[in-house]
């Protein structure tokens, strides 16, 4: 199956982008270490989480079979279609947040065009 790896939504409102950082200690990737998701040999190369209307919510990481971040790097970007591992990662959107040192996520309503632009906040 070959899926897009980019964020939607029905009507796309907002778009934007998002940036975390990595804790050390509680990591997503230690996290599926030790669920027996991720094995030796594979590197989480994304992450997606989704978080519906009706209290649906999703995550899922995807992996790539590589011995370290810059082989997978070299992988991805020498496949036209790169074979990834995806898992489903069972945590709630709180605890899926609570893994990152920081998260930050930027929106911009239809067509303005925010993201990345410098803004005068009159501060």
Same mark, same amino acid.
């Given at each position: ?45 994304? #992450?997606? $989480?989704?978080?519906?209307? /009706?209290?649906?919510? &999703?995550?899922? *990481? ?5 011995? =370290? ?27 899926? #947040?609570? $893994?990152?040192?920081?998260? /930050?996520?930027?929106? &911009?309503?239809? *067509? ?5 632009? =410098? ?5």
């Amino acid at each position: 199956m070959t899926e897009t790896f980019r964020a939607e939504a029905q009507y796309g409102d907002w778009t934007g982008e998002a940036a975390a950082d990595n804790t050390l200690e509680n990591s997503i990737q230690a996290l599926l270490e030790k669920r027996g998701q991720k094995q030796d040999g594979e590197i989480l190369v994304g #992450l997606n $989480l989704y978080i519906g209307d /009706n209290g649906y919510s &999703s995550i899922s *990481g995807y992996l790539v079979s590589a011995k =370290d971040a810059d082989e997978a790097r070299v992988l991805l970007q020498s496949a036209g279609v790169p074979e990834v591992k995806k898992v489903d990662i069972e945590l709630t959107p709180a605890e899926f #947040l609570q $893994l990152f040192k920081l998260f /930050n996520v930027t929106l &911009s309503w239809q *067509g303005m065009n925010l993201i990345g632009r =410098d803004l005068n906040t009159g501060e």
